[in-house]
């Protein structure tokens, strides 16, 4: 493929059923059909969508139904991935056709797969404990994501979770962060085809260097958590301006992630008059 593709990442979309606001302030529902808005309405459209987690708010069917009503209008192909809110087995009971969904098992099993997607492999990697707001990575689970790395060395990949497998300085998101991630970063250590580790969780666009490449999480498409590095901070949310990442992949210049906001900020205005003149 000589042209480019481009993988459009959100996440912690926290659903309610029937629009119900979340946390009694926050239009979920109607943040998440602005994002749909933004991304149709961007100059290329994206070959695909990735969500990184927290995709309803309690796990219930009613919950991902609702989501399903609203993700109908995406006219490319999405990848869904558990977070910490949501249910394994009310997930895959809901998108019955997502068959990546099933890689791995039913019910509660973890949800991992491997997903050919244009140039790119998309591996995900669901470390998520049912109850639990921290993530865990399970060493029994490391040979299977050693294997999918192994599958296909030369192909640049991406590699799906919730939790983000580093600190970021946010006291109470760290204290439920994810366990074991230095095994899960010795793994990736390994395998050079693996461009970006994206992440959600922390409703913030946040990059660290991990395993030889690069980690990060995606704003999300409604509220931020706040951002405060005094590891005594209390745990807040704000309505800061969303966002997502678009990940532009390039057969000659590689994988280049861009920051977007979500909302209509007017028409690209022109630096130069009809002469090439910078106009003043």
Request: aromatic content about 8%; glycine content about 10%.
């Amino acid at each position: 493929m000589t042209t480019p593709y481009l993988v459009a990442h959100v996440t912690d979309l926290h659903i309610k059923a029937g629009g119900k606001l979340s946390y009694r302030v926050v239009d979920t529902a109607g943040a998440l059909h602005r994002w749909i808005d933004t991304l149709l309405a961007a100059p290329q459209r994206a070959d695909l969508v990735v969500i990184t987690g927290d995709l309803v708010d309690f796990g219930a069917e009613a919950e991902y139904r609702f989501l399903r009503d609203i993700l109908q209008r995406l006219p490319m192909p999405y990848l869904l991935l558990p977070g910490n809110h949501d249910s394994r087995s009310a997930l895959r009971a809901v998108f019955t056709d997502h068959d990546y969904l099933f890689a791995n098992g039913n019910g509660e099993a973890p949800v991992h797969y491997a997903v050919d997607a244009g140039p790119l492999r998309i591996v995900g990697f669901d470390c998520t404990v049912p109850g639990k707001p921290g993530g865990r990575v399970d060493a029994a689970a490391l040979p299977w994501l050693q294997a999918a790395l192994a599958a296909a060395p030369t192909t640049p990949t991406l590699l799906l979770l919730h939790h983000p497998p580093f600190y970021t300085g946010i006291g109470h998101m760290d204290e439920q962060g994810l366990e074991n991630a230095a095994a899960l970063e010795a793994v990736v250590r390994q395998h050079a085809q693996v461009e970006r580790v994206l992440c959600g969780h922390l409703h913030r666009h946040i990059t660290r260097r991990f395993g030889g490449t690069i980690a990060m999480t995606a704003p999300g498409p409604a509220h931020q958590v706040a951002l405060n590095l005094d590891p005594q901070a209390p745990s807040r949310f704000r309505m800061e301006p969303p966002g997502y990442l678009l990940h532009w992949w390039h057969p000659q210049h590689g994988l280049v992630t861009h920051a977007a906001p979500i909302g209509d900020h007017g028409p690209a205005h022109p630096f130069f008059d009809g002469e090439g003149k910078l106009i003043d």
